[in-house]
């Protein structure tokens, strides 16, 4: 049975999500804040404990708003400049459909720039594209951030993988494999009732039901994903992305004669998130330039800010090449600033509230740590709860690849005291995580202020019930798979 302190852990969380959904986001995370402050003390923790927390919750912000920041600006150039509406007739060309181009921007973008860059990226640009094609702002972050959550087990060439899981617990490269295959399999078969849910959001606000080009192009892109990722590993998001995308120009587009100039920007973009990822030597150059923070108030707590390793250049010189072809230099920066700062009032308290979650007292384990040992006494059960520790990391840290480091050795440990398969019990980790970025607050924060949405809440409800959902089919498919 919990402890009394593992019960009160999990009190931060269960007032951040009731709150969110009841009141609002803002609410529930000031909310959240309070009682997670409250707590923090009363385990006996300092107020250095404090400051450094918030400090390193400031430089969290920090990392995410630059990339906000860099997305605002690209758009609020492309759409003053006229790129958008460019883009908005370029895909009125390849297919009738407006489901048909809506499918498939959602899935070959935010599949492709979470494999090639992470960081939330997918939920600061395809949202956007979506809009200028009529569709809401809340359905379209939704929709993304959902499909975000099926690539992230390879998101930023494998980080999630090489960073969260295989460097810190020493993994084998079979094990590896192993991993991505079984976390790409409950992924192919929970994504199922993600894209009945798609569906339902679609006719909900749309009045009329899509078609079947959704769930022709989901397969055309899930199928090779998890045929591939055993072979390709982290490669396995981005070959899949383009072998949909070639399927659907093949034997789909209507009008292969497409008008390349409006998506220049765009493809410049990608141009410069792929050279770090091509090229080692220039990644490890751009990580040199790195702000440490170490022993923050005198104690082991450690920041670090990466200004180059961030979208955010690429965002720019993708802003300014657009500047550059249309020969007008003419900005404002008022609205980007404006809504930047607005985000940082919702997103620094929801930061605060995770790193106060991981700082251990002199008596107490962190909170974070005592909601993992919550799930361990579950014994042979125990796979059903996997992949909801894995989801509750991301929905905490707002990270696959934090989700992973915090709970990876949970999970691989409780693993072989129980005498199960660990590198399906990570694997369920890995996916859980993956899909806890559809109901993560940084990712909601993040999406909605580029898209200039600010009822936060209303994505998190769409979301909440299809994760849950999934994450419980990922449950039963990891039981069948130590069953059997």
Not at 114 to 134: N, Q, R, Y
Not at 355 to 364: C, H
Not at 389 to 408: E, H, K, P
Request: include cysteine; charge should be positive.
């Amino acid at each position: 049975m919990p402890d009394l302190y593992q019960m009160i852990s999990l009190l931060p969380i269960l007032i951040l999500l009731v709150l969110s959904i009841w009141r609002g986001v803002k609410t529930g995370i000031y909310g959240g804040f309070l009682i997670t402050v409250l707590l923090f003390f009363l385990r006996g923790s300092t107020f250095m404990a404090f400051l450094a927390a918030l400090f390193n919750a400031f430089i969290g912000t920090i990392n995410i708003l630059m990339i906000i920041f860099g997305a605002v600006f690209l758009y609020h150039i492309l759409e003053q400049k006229g790129y958008v509406d460019g883009i908005k007739s370029s895909l009125a060309e390849i297919h009738p459909d407006r489901y048909f181009r809506f499918f498939f921007l959602t899935l070959f973008l935010t599949a492709f720039f979470e494999s090639v860059a992470g960081f939330g990226t997918p939920g600061a640009i395809v949202p956007l594209l979506l809009i200028s094609l009529g569709f809401s702002p809340g359905l379209s972050i939704a929709v993304v951030l959902l499909i975000d959550g099926f690539f992230a087990v390879s998101g930023a060439v494998g980080t999630p993988v090489i960073a969260g899981l295989q460097t810190p617990l020493n993994l084998s490269a079979n094990s590896v494999s192993q991993i991505y295959l079984y976390a790409t399999l409950s992924l192919l078969v929970a994504g199922v009732s993600v894209f009945f849910f798609i569906y339902k959001f679609l006719r909900q606000d749309e009045g009329k039901a899509p078609g079947k080009s959704g769930w022709i192009l989901y397969l055309a892109i899930m199928i090779p994903f998890f045929v591939l990722s055993s072979f390709l590993l982290e490669l396995s998001g981005l070959v899949a992305a383009i072998f949909m995308a070639a399927v659907a120009y093949i034997f789909l587009f209507q009008n292969k004669k497409i008008p390349w100039q409006p998506w220049t920007p765009y493809l410049f973009l990608v141009l410069l998130l792929l050279i770090p990822k091509i090229f080692p030597w220039f990644s490890n150059f751009l990580k040199s330039y790195t702000f440490q923070f170490t022993n923050l108030y005198g104690l082991d707590v450690n920041a670090s800010l990466q200004p180059f390793s961030s979208p955010l250049i690429p965002f720019l010189l993708s802003a300014a090449f657009a500047l550059y072809r249309v020969r007008n230099f003419r900005i404002d920066l008022k609205p980007v600033v404006s809504k930047t700062f607005t985000v940082f009032l919702v997103l620094f308290p929801s930061l605060a509230i995770t790193q106060l979650m991981l700082s251990k007292s002199p008596e107490f384990p962190s909170m974070i740590d005592a909601l993992a040992g919550m799930f361990v006494a579950a014994g042979d059960f125990y796979p059903l709860f996997s992949p909801v520790i894995g989801v509750l990391g991301a929905f905490i840290t707002g990270s696959t690849t934090v989700s992973n480091i915090i709970f990876g050795s949970v999970q691989n440990s409780t693993a072989l005291s129980l005498n199960l398969n660990p590198d399906i019990i990570l694997s369920l980790q890995l996916a859980g995580a993956s899909l806890g970025n559809a109901i993560c607050l940084f990712n909601i924060i993040a999406a909605a202020a580029v898209a200039g949405v600010e009822n936060y809440g209303e994505i998190l409800r769409k979301n909440l019930l299809p994760v849950l959902i999934a994450s419980l089919i990922i449950a039963g498919v990891g039981y069948l798979l130590i069953s059997f």
